[in-house]
């Protein structure tokens, strides 16, 4: 892969972290409300229909307090203003409670409490809103006592058009593929689903990243005859440009082919970053196609082979595997031109030099900096997005071996009728 390629790569890597770090980024343009010794407030003024409500509360006095569990009920009491007054609005959610606590808070501290297992129910309806919560000392002997604090009113709107396109496009065609998977993989195993997807997925683009493959090892090949041409034509730029396009078109190259498909996963990955995240709780049933509406996502497992949980961030392990798997893939793409370069025999010194120099640099981009890259993307998402990339770099592993045979036994024909 030439530095065109790399700096795509790059750019579509931190678009990646961008998107999500944006996305998961919480607007804290509310108010904090004091009530007493406690600060309550929204994490946002306004929503957006089905957007994740969550909510700060602050302790800003002496003692520890909580707020006693309520699972499977929401976690706050929750009023919609309808009708000129405001009404409660409750939901049991289908959610496992065993493990779930009172969620306390420390003299000076400050919590986020969630809606995830009941957001659609509860804020389904546009409107105006407010969460109320009753805060317990610890002490029994505390001179403040129980308080009810409320929130700021907030309001839920309508999805903006890029929300829904954003949706119905992308996020519920890959979440309804993929619980699809889940109901008929054995134990409803999210970990079996996700590898699914992915051999799915890179066999429907398999031929063009074959193609893009086959373009990066060519690519590799017509190196020297890219720095004679820089060489030859390095005072005037358009008739380099011209002649290093006849070469590519000659060669039937393509420079940014290899590209296209990591481009075309892009909205894949950041669509399953958010159904492996949250999108997995039965709340959000409401998304699922009507042949998918009888599977109840409750019973999905989302630890895959008893050993990672899928939803939550593993930062080592996985990590690790994640950038060992593509330093591998990395060394078979470079392979040939490592070689060439050890058994170069003829030629300008000057051009072999440059060469050299051009290749072992973007050599050191590529086998380096990228697996490193790879694995701080995945110590930053769940598991799950891991899982995908694992897979699907494997996938790529295998693929690079045919190509690598392939261009070998192409490249040795043409040797042959020269």
Known sequence: MNKKNILIFIIV????NFAFSFCAKKDESSTMMQSGNFGIATTKKEYEEDEPVAIKIKNNTAE??????RCPAE?????????????????TAEI???????????SGEEITIPFSSWNHSLFGNLGR???????VPVNAQSAIGETRIESNEFEVKNKGILGFLWTTVFFQPIYNILVFLIKIVPFHDLGFAIILLTIIIRTILLIPSQKGLKSQRKMQELQPKLSSLKEKYKDNQEALAKETMMLWKENKVNPFGSCLPLLIQFPVLIALFYVIQNGLNPDNAYLLYNP??????SVINVNFLGILDLTAVNSVLLPLFVGSMQFLQMKL???KTEKKKSSAKNGDKSDKKETRNEMETANQMMIYV????????TASVPAGVGLYWSVSTMYGIAQQIIVNKQVSAETAKVRVLN
Request: overall charge positive; some cysteine; hydrophobic content about 50%.
């Open 75 to 91: 976690p706050l009491e929750v009023s919609l203003f309808k009708n000129g007054k405001w009404t409660a609005e409750t939901f």
């Open 64 to 69: 520890e307090y909580l707020i006693k569990n």
């Open 129 to 135: 809103y407010k969460i109320a919560a009753t805060l």
């Open 370 to 377: 990228m697996p490193v890259m790879i694995a701080v993307f």
């Open 96 to 106: 496992k409670c065993e493990n779930v606590k009172d969620s306390t808070i420390k």
């Open 13 to 16: 890597f931190l678009l990646l």
């Open 333 to 335: 793409a470079m392979l």
């Open 292 to 297: 998918l509406k009888d599977f109840s996502l």
